[in-house]
């Protein structure tokens, strides 16, 4: 069986808190239902194998590389994949959230629909090239963080992100809110009229 193991993170998996470059952690590649997922966690943090646990070791996190930019949307939907979509941490979530932005802004994934559940509104996801349908919650971020969250994920460290060509993340959470308000009034338009 092969294993796709991504890099270590930059956060924590128990406490949330960042993982510093060149600092030690531990690491534990966990199978959950049938996904593989990697956990790093700090030294101080590591609560030993956790159940599923494939395999477990230490490593060091990677020095930052200066102003390197990770943009290739491929390497980004990669990316977007292995973060899991069933809930985990806060942090990831927001991960998962920025990179959607980018691969959205970068044409590799599309808004198919929005719902809303529990008052969230939920975006569904298509990749170009056929992947699945991919939920994303919208968090409706504040521009500064999710500025902040793209900057983590492209490994850039002072540089500022290109400008958006056509449309920033709040219109495209705008686009998505006016999509379902005018979803729910078509749905209520055909329920009126049927009865």
Request: aromatic share 4%; hydrophobic share 35%; net charge negative.
């Amino acid at each position: 069986m092969e294993y796709r193991i991504k890099p270590p993170g930059t956060t924590c998996s128990a406490t949330g808190e960042p993982l510093e470059p060149g600092s030690l952690c531990r690491s534990a590649l966990i199978e959950v239902d049938g996904k593989q997922s990697r956990f790093d966690y700090a030294p101080n943090a590591w609560p030993g194998p956790p159940d599923g646990t494939l395999g477990h070791w230490l490593c060091r996190i990677p020095e930052a590389k200066g102003n390197v930019v990770t943009t290739d949307p491929d390497e980004l939907m990669q990316r977007f994949e292995q973060l899991d979509d069933d809930g985990g941490h806060d942090v990831q979530q927001q991960l998962r959230y920025a990179l959607a932005l980018m691969l959205i802004r970068a044409k590799r994934l599309v808004l198919d629909e929005t719902t809303i559940e529990d008052d969230r509104v939920i975006l569904h996801l298509a990749g170009v090239r056929g992947e699945g349908t991919f939920l994303v919650p919208d968090l409706q971020l504040p521009t500064n963080q999710i500025a902040e969250l793209q900057k983590q994920l492209t490994g850039l460290s002072q540089a500022p992100l290109p400008a958006e060509p056509e449309e920033s993340e709040s219109e495209i959470t705008d686009s998505a809110e006016a999509a379902c308000v005018r979803r729910r009034q078509v749905k209520t338009a055909t329920y009126e009229a049927s009865r």
